[in-house]
């Protein structure tokens, strides 16, 4: 778990309150925009994908803050991806970020 690793997860998902044990946000826009977010570890159905990049740029143009947007195995989708291009965002598509961080 990144969270094991020493990150910050801040968990989002409608359909949990929480994630190993860490309360979970049911959407991204809530969380406060004091709040910098380095990565958005996008880990859902892909067809959530489109949804959840729209609320990152939305808080980009709010924040100034760009996070990179990560897409794990099989979650991408190349509307979702066309869009963060389109606004800027960096965009990482169909990598599991624990085998990443287990590569450093």
Known sequence: MLSDAGYTVIPVNPKYSAVNGIPCLPDF???????????????RNSSATLEAVKAVIERTAR???RPLIWTQLGVSSDEARDEAIRAGVSYVVDRCIMIELARI
């Open 63 to 65: 924040t100034g803050h």
């Open 29 to 43: 826009r809530d969380i406060p925009d004091e709040v910098t977010i380095d990565i958005v570890n996008i880990f």
